[in-house]
C-alpha cells in the first residue's frame, strides 16, 4: 500500500522558517514527479514546487528565492525547506506523486505564518 506522510508544518512568525518532509512508503519517489501543493481557505490548490526524476526543480514565481524543494532517495523523501515565510503562505500543504498511470497524495499539513 502506498503512503505519502507530511510532516513538519506549524505557527511560525513572518520572516521565518519551516521543513517540511514528505516521507514514502509502497513506491520509490526518485522515479516520480513530486509536487508540494498548497491550498489556502477560499482557494484552489495550487503547484508551489515540484521535483522530476532528473533532479530539475520548479517552483511559482512567489515562492522563488524562498523555498527550496529537494529530494533524498536513500530516505525517500522529499523535502520543502521555507524561508521568509509571509502570512500569505498560510495554508494546508500537500505531497503529490506522479507519474503515467499512477498518483497519490498525502493527508496535508497545516503551516499558519502569523504577522
Known amino acids: 500500500q502506498v503512503q505519502l506522510v507530511e510532516s513538519g508544518g506549524g505557527l511560525v512568525q513572518a520572516g521565518g522558517s519551516l521543513r517540511l518532509s514528505c516521507a514514502a512508503s509502497?513506491?520509490?519517489?526518485?522515479?516520480?514527479?513530486v509536487s508540494w501543493y498548497r491550498q489556502a481557505p477560499g482557494k484552489q490548490r495550487e503547484d508551489v514546487a515540484n521535483?522530476?526524476?532528473?533532479?530539475?526543480?520548479n517552483y511559482v514565481d512567489t515562492v522563488k528565492g524562498r523555498f527550496t524543494i529537494s529530494r533524498d532517495n536513500a530516505k525517500n523523501t522529499v523535502y520543502l525547506q521555507m524561508s521568509s515565510l509571509r502570512p500569505e503562505d498560510t495554508a494546508v500543504y500537500y505531497c503529490?506523486?506522479?507519474?503515467?498511470?499512477?498518483?497519490?497524495w498525502g493527508q496535508g499539513t497545516q503551516v499558519t505564518v502569523s504577522s
Open positions: 503529490n506523486a506522479r507519474r503515467v498511470g499512477a498518483e497519490y
Open positions: 509502497g513506491i520509490s519517489l526518485s522515479i516520480y514527479r
Open positions: 521535483i522530476i526524476m532528473s533532479g530539475a526543480t
